[in-house]
């Protein structure tokens, strides 16, 4: 177990500057959630060194790049008396307890209520999302250690993986097609709002219509693409009976 946790004088310190240590501390202020920001770009002055910024902080989040997380602590031991939260997904690491609000995070900031729906998944561990964060209202669950792996990589393919696809149609719109990027946006809307109104019914097109002749096309009109073999692996995925010629 953790220290306990005095929720009266919970204060949070955040580490870090990238899109996550942002966006959770314009939560907070929106909250009006008192917070103390620290990230290596302070190290050169001593009068804001970490052991400064977080001193009076009981739990610190340390929203740094997953490989780094593990070494900073270990290395800092500033932090030894703190309760330590990160928010990587995938990371398991006895130091610091993981609760992983599942979204994306890129440049623009968002609203309050945008914030206060994004649920996080936590890892079993000494500490409750309550416990935590009593000031946030955001739905939370817990899940098994074993099933993160698999949580995380579904949260990647559908999320990440998508931001990709739908980049590359915007790109290749404006510089092959001359097609405005933004024409796109439309359709954009319109997949994610049939898959919250209807999830096992969103999906239309010719790989669920099974028409091997249209998906036969689109992999031909993708030679030379790199997606090319992207295409391939989602016939393979959703439809391998259909799946077309290979090179
Ligand atoms: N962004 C998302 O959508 C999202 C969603 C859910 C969870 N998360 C989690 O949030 C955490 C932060 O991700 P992010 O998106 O904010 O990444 P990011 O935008 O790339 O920012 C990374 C931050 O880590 C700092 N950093 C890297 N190596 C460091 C080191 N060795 N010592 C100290 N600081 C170091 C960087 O400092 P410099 O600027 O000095 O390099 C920067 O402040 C990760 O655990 C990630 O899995 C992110």
């Not at 949070?12 to 990230?39: K, Q």
């Not at 790049?65 to 006895?94: C, Q, R, Y």
């Not at 979204?103 to 609203?111: K, N, P, Q, V």
């Not at 239309?204 to 036969?216: A, I, S, Y």
Request: glycine residues 6%; negative net charge; aromatic residues 8%.
């Amino acid at each position: 177990m953790g220290p306990a946790l005095d929720s009266t004088a919970t204060r949070y310190g955040v580490i870090g500057d990238g899109h996550m240590a942002l966006h959770m501390g314009c939560y907070f202020e929106s909250l009006a959630v008192p917070y103390r920001r620290w990230s290596r770009r302070l190290e050169h002055d001593a009068s804001l060194s970490l052991g400064t910024a977080v001193g009076p902080c009981q739990i610190v989040l340390v929203l740094i790049n997953d490989v780094a997380i593990e070494p900073f602590i270990t290395s800092h031991p500033e932090l030894a008396e703190k309760t330590l939260v990160h928010f990587s997904g995938s990371l398991t690491t006895p130091h610091a307890q993981s609760m992983h609000p599942l979204s994306t995070f890129a440049g623009e900031l968002y609203s309050l209520s945008t914030y206060a729906t994004i649920p996080f998944v936590c890892e079993e561990g000494p500490h409750t999302f309550d416990e935590i964060f009593p000031e946030l209202p955001n739905p939370h669950y817990t899940i098994a250690q074993e099933l993160r792996p698999l949580y995380h990589s579904l949260a990647v393919l559908a999320g990440n993986c998508t931001t990709v696809l739908w980049s590359k149609l915007f790109d290749t719109f404006e510089e092959r097609l001359a097609l405005p990027r933004n024409i796109a946006v439309p359709y954009l809307k319109q997949v994610a709002l049939n898959l919250e109104l209807a999830p096992t019914n969103a999906a239309t097109g010719p790989l669920v219509r099974g028409d091997r002749q249209t998906v036969d096309a689109n992999i031909a009109a993708l030679e030379g693409d790199p997606f090319q073999a992207v295409y391939r692996a989602f016939v393979e995925a959703v439809a391998p009976h259909d799946a077309t010629s290979r090179p």
